[in-house]
């Protein structure tokens, strides 16, 4: 957007910007006199497996404080981070939750066809889905009625993943899709799951 943002902003009561300080347009609001309340949304916490270590990370944090101190308010994936905050001195905001969640169209909820279990989302190891795997390898041992484990994303581990399926001799069990934008494809496959787990998914 090439109008002044600050201007832009000052024709609304609240403003919710993203918390990312790369984004230095909407990190400086926080410092500017306003007459609207400013939130950042933000995840909160490094990712696991991007986190920030040693002197790095002082500076993430020095930097993301700087900022989040002189906001109204904080918006985070969940409620783990919000400790972590005021533990750093950042207390005098309000904190909201907003979970992370997935966008998908309206769907119809119909539980006769609802056949299998989703996962979506990139390919980190970090985010449980070896746990996820290894989980369902164990139930199907014991049931091979189990529905069908479908697994939706991309990323550098999808053929260490399809290794794994192929040698657990589960190919017959466990679909993977790659990734998938369609928004009506999404649809799709929710309204056909039973459940989306993601065990170690951040939010």
Known sequence: ??????????????????????????????????????????????????????????????????????????????????????????????????NNTVKVRVIEINPLVKNQILFIGSLYLEKGLLVLLEAYKKVYEQNQSIPNLVVVGGGDRLETIKEWVATSKLSSKIELLGPIYDEGKKAELFSKSIACISPLQAG
């Open 1 to 98: 957007m090439k109008k002044n943002i600050y201007n832009y902003c000052n024709n609304f009561d609240v403003v919710i910007a993203y918390g990312d300080k790369a984004w230095l347009s909407y990190a400086f609001l926080s410092l500017c006199k306003r007459n609207f309340k400013l939130l950042f949304w933000t995840i909160g916490a490094p990712a696991s497996y991007d986190r920030h270590y040693g002197d790095a990370r002082k500076l993430h944090y020095y930097l993301t404080d700087f900022f989040d101190k002189r906001a109204d308010g904080l918006i985070l994936y969940s409620d783990v981070p919000i400790q972590m905050y005021k533990n750093r001195g950042v207390e005098k905001q309000s904190f909201f939750v907003a």
